[in-house]
């Protein structure tokens, strides 16, 4: 019996050593993956077999020739079969994403909707009908979706969420009220592989992990996710910074007028009184992003002084959290990723103004190609990356995809 659960454990760790070098230096031969790996080559043999079985490797056709010996058929990842699902609820909107095991997105859904209106039991329930189509379009594909994280706009602990003052929601347990989330609609649809229940985590950190895998590529750098709410998420090393208690980036809650208008969390002057998405929209007089943008092209006085405001109240944080996390680069996403050729010149300008006289260089300021969708990227992101890391449980639950589908 402990011979058996050795040889499970150790065949477990070789699969996820062995995808794990496909992911990093694919596409890659299996003489290079043994040697990189340091396991025989029989074992990678095996463990490659058993990959391309499960669809999540697939042969390249393309002999390598920079070995010796015979040419061997490079091996790199599938995005065929196995997929993740990436789900957010914000406050003004619901949105879905479907991403493969090669990181490509293959699918996005969007519904906007008042969430402030509803109760988390709504919310969830309009939620579940989003995540649904995504994963019945997803099996339309040939694709399993093979696990699930939701982003929501608050802390959170082991689905619990603490506070989400925007949304109106305090001690929420997600975790618990999602339970039959992804179960299939329709009893028509072929059987698939069971999908878990989704992985609940903060909106602003699955952003910064979504510019990190799908966005600049920067490893270190601060993400600033403008919406109604403003979060912050700091990645060090390629790595995300989450603070003892997994509550760190709530740059929104940043105090930068003391005696400024009350905010929803219970204070006075937070950042998000001053550049959030709603305060943003009310100084300008407009009614959505769109407009605002397409007031500032047409150099509108209000819509240009609403966002040097902001941009200014948005300087004064991000100096504070400049000398206490001295982040390389700044990037700016969501909201203020449209708006950011009006917002940064007067973030630019207030940090340089109060950092430059001890500091050598202020960090850059950029913006986010991926804009509102950084964090549903970041939730299917993080699902793959525990997929590649623990594969075992994918290779046998994948081998249950729809009828028909093949490994890209």
């Known amino acids: 019996m402990t011979q058996a659960v050795r040889h499970d454990s150790m065949r477990a760790r070789n699969l996820g050593v062995v995808l794990g070098e496909v992911r990093r230096s694919g596409p890659v031969t299996r003489a290079a993956l043994a040697e990189m790996t340091g396991l025989t080559k029989t074992t990678v043999s095996k463990m490659v077999s058993d990959l391309l079985a499960a669809g999540m490797v697939t042969e390249t056709g393309v002999p390598s020739r920079g070995e010796r010996g015979r040419p061997g058929t490079a091996v790199a990842l599938s995005g065929g079969r196995v997929a993740a699902l990436g789900l957010e609820i914000n406050v003004d909107y619901l949105s879905a994403c479907v991403v493969d095991l090669a990181l490509e997105v293959r699918l996005r859904r969007a519904r906007a909707v008042d969430n402030r209106a509803a109760s988390p039991v709504e919310t969830l329930s309009h939620l579940r009908e989003l995540a649904r189509e995504a994963v019945e379009e997803a099996r339309s594909l040939g694709l399993v979706v093979a696990g699930s994280t939701l982003a929501v706009p608050g802390p959170v602990d082991d689905g619990l969420v603490h506070s989400a003052p925007n949304l109106g929601w305090r001690d929420v347990h997600v975790g618990e009220l999602l339970d039959g989330l992804l179960a299939p609609s329709d009893a028509r649809l072929p059987p698939a592989a069971p999908v878990p229940l989704p992985t609940v985590d903060n909106e602003a950190n699955l952003a910064a992990l979504g510019e990190l895998w799908f966005g600049s590529g920067h490893r270190d750098f601060l993400h600033v996710s403008g919406e109604i709410g403003i979060g912050a998420g700091l990645v060090v090393g390629g790595a995300l910074f989450r603070g003892s208690r997994g509550l760190a980036g709530e740059l929104g809650h940043v105090v930068v007028f003391p005696d ?149």
């Open 260 to 408: 400024g208008p009350p905010c929803r969390c219970g204070g006075r002057g937070c950042l998000e009184q001053y550049a959030g998405q709603e305060a943003l929209l009310r100084a300008a007089g407009a009614g959505t992003v769109e407009e605002l943008a397409g007031r500032l092209r047409d150099g509108d006085a209000a819509a240009l002084t609403a966002c040097e405001r902001a941009g200014h109240a948005l300087g004064l944080a991000l100096t504070s959290a400049v000398h206490l996390f001295d982040p390389g680069t700044i990037v700016l996403g969501g909201v203020f990723a449209p708006l950011f050729p009006w917002i940064s010149g007067a973030v630019r300008e207030t940090t340089a103004a109060r950092l430059s006289a001890i500091r050598d260089a202020v960090p850059d300021l950029a913006v986010s190609r991926l804009g509102g969708d950084a964090a549903t990227l970041g939730a299917a992101g993080q699902v793959i990356h525990r997929i590649i890391a623990d594969p075992v449980a994918y290779v046998t639950a994948s081998r249950t995809a729809p009828a028909g589908s093949k490994p890209r």
